[in-house]
């Protein structure tokens, strides 16, 4: 049977990066809310609600759908921000030592708040383009939507485990 480690509990110090982010995150949850309820009013009774690879609409639903979206992101956006107080549960692709634990729930938690931050990034584009596909101002969400999405996405999630690699000692203070 496999020992198991307990890992140090560390009360982290927000960086002004951290700080930002936050901020940044929760602005876009205001808006993916505000998006809908300003607009919904001029939708027609029927919306896309799912864009094919190419960002074209390929499956269509009541307007009500709309509110999926936000409801989404506010639990993401709330469960993630609960995660991000329990660093030492995470998985790492490093042991966690006494010496290291800071440095590495610094970068970890970094990347939860950045990903938080993505999420509601494309929830918000994506209720804003469904409402301008809905409504005849556009034609989708474009064919870029999907490769520029997977590609910041998995680029933010391998920098951050690089860096958590890079960074198995304890050879900096900071993890910014």
Do not use: C
């Amino acid at each position: 049977m496999e020992k198991k480690t307990t890992r140090p509990k560390i009360k982290l110090s927000r960086s002004a990066i951290d700080w930002l982010t936050d901020i940044i995150a929760f602005a876009l949850l205001v808006l993916l809310i505000a998006i809908p309820v300003m607009n919904y009013g001029n939708l027609p009774d029927t919306i896309p609600t799912h864009f094919n690879a190419a960002g074209q609409p390929d499956g269509y639903g009541g307007k009500g759908t709309l509110w999926l979206l936000p409801a989404t992101g506010m639990f993401m956006y709330l469960m993630m921000t609960v995660i991000e107080q329990f660093p030492q549960i995470y998985n790492y692709p490093v042991e966690i030592t006494a010496t290291n634990a800071e440095r590495q729930y610094g970068i970890a938690t970094r990347l939860i708040r950045i990903l938080k931050t993505l999420i509601l990034l494309v929830f918000t584009f994506l209720s804003y383009k469904t409402i301008e596909t809905a409504t005849g101002k556009a034609s989708g969400l474009g064919k870029a939507f999907l490769p520029v999405f997977l590609l910041i996405t998995f680029g933010v999630v391998i920098f951050y485990i690089v860096k958590s690699v890079n960074s198995r000692d304890n050879s900096h203070n900071k993890f910014s």
